[in-house]
């Protein structure tokens, strides 16, 4: 049985056919297969298939090295997006990192007439199409991130893909739900998101929250979920997280191949200090053998007494450099390492109470790119919850 199926503007024919008709277009021709040696028609087959990469109609150039900021789906699709497009028109800055599914599982754009996501979008984003044409004009490049496993919004629809307790749907003390990362259903459900945003035309896919809830290892007895595939598996409890969430990585990017996007993880900055992140399943040199970028969250409002700094967010050089190093080592012993490209502080951390934190502003922010450039890192995100930018930094300093 042959089916044809749309792929982008192309049709291409699925079911039961010989390889020649992918390759010719026509019946094989039962010699092809004799007097061809294979590694030649391995070969032949992939520069072919190459032909039916996705094609969105978009060009961006890569930037000589990101320096990105971080925009909700509000400040994209509102007046805001003005306002930072201006911001990269006049500084170093050069792109986006866009919420396309945000942190409660909402889309944030309006999605093709018939997509199975149109109960979950929030719509800020009204024609994503435009937004993009805008940013390949002034060559501002477009990152897609797609928050995975915390998603209250498919937990409390979907509770059999997700963790409960006496059941009903788990919440964490902030009265957020996450999903299993042991369900593949889980798995296509973000995956499918993230194929939509590349066909948009978003050049890159940073996937958030790629992880196991925090303090896991405390509740796992504690809460109902399934262990999917990984019910067979022999592993100890960590290394099966640890071993759900790689190989959900790894999944993502090989789906996403054909729509040539760039894959980047946000992960942990603490989890590169050690084996692995116990309970939340992220191990830095096994994500990072799997993505094209790595994204450590490297805040340091987030860290507590390291490296032997005491408060570690009044000291945003000494903190950012002596993670770089330890990223660098942590790099340097893969045999593919991806690009690192951490996310930085612009915000003020104030919650952590006097005399624990400083107002960052110019100088903090200016300390630590300068830290990373020093350590051989050129590429850094800028988070602000707000998308308010401090004003007048220099991001080449």
Request: without cysteine; aromatic residues 12%; proline residues 6%.
């Amino acid at each position: 049985m042959i089916k044809w199926k749309k792929w982008g503007s192309f049709m291409v024919i699925t079911g039961a056919l010989l390889f020649s008709n992918v390759i010719n277009g026509m019946a094989a021709e039962e010699t092809m297969f004799k007097e061809r040696p294979v590694p030649l028609l391995k070969k032949e087959i992939t520069e072919k298939m190459a032909r039916f990469q996705y094609d969105n109609g978009l060009k961006f150039k890569y930037p000589d090295a990101v320096r990105g900021i971080y925009v909700t789906g509000h400040s994209a699709g509102g007046a805001r997006f003005e306002k930072l497009m201006k911001l990269m028109a006049d500084t170093e800055l050069n792109a986006m990192v866009i919420d396309i599914k945000d942190d409660g599982g909402k889309l944030t754009y309006k999605p093709e007439p018939g997509s199975p996501y149109t109960g979950i979008s929030q719509q800020f984003i009204k024609d994503p199409q435009a937004m993009l044409k805008e940013m390949e004009k002034k060559q501002v490049y477009p990152i897609a991130r797609v928050v995975v496993f915390k998603d209250t919004t498919l937990a409390k629809a979907k509770p059999e893909w997700s963790f409960t307790k006496n059941g009903q749907v788990w919440e964490n003390g902030g009265g957020e739900s996450f999903v299993n990362p042991f369900m593949k259903e889980v798995w296509d459900y973000n995956v499918d998101i993230a194929i939509e945003a590349a066909k948009m035309g978003f050049q890159e896919v940073q996937f958030d929250y790629v992880r196991f809830p925090e303090g896991f290892e405390t509740r796992d007895q504690q809460l109902t979920y399934s262990l999917g595939d990984y019910e067979r598996s022999k592993e100890d409890p960590v290394q099966r997280r640890v071993q759900a969430v790689t190989d959900f990585v790894a999944y993502a990017r090989e789906k996403l191949k054909p729509y040539g996007v760039k894959v980047s993880v946000d992960i942990f900055g603490y989890s590169a200090t050690l084996p692995e992140a116990p309970g939340i399943g992220q191990n830095f040199s096994k994500i990072s053998e799997n993505v094209d970028v790595i994204s450590s969250m490297v805040y340091p409002s987030h860290w507590t007494s390291y490296f032997g700094i005491e408060k570690p967010d009044t000291e945003p050089y000494k903190l950012i450099a002596a993670y770089a190093k330890v990223e660098n080592e942590k790099l340097k012993s893969l045999k593919t390492p991806p690009l690192s490209r951490p996310w930085l502080q612009d915000f003020t951390a104030s919650w952590l109470g006097a005399g624990n934190y400083r107002p960052y502003g110019k100088a903090e922010i200016e300390a630590q790119i300068r830290a990373l450039n020093e350590n051989g890192i050129e590429e850094f995100l800028l988070w602000n919850a707000s998308n308010k930018y401090t004003p007048n930094v220099d991001y080449t300093p």
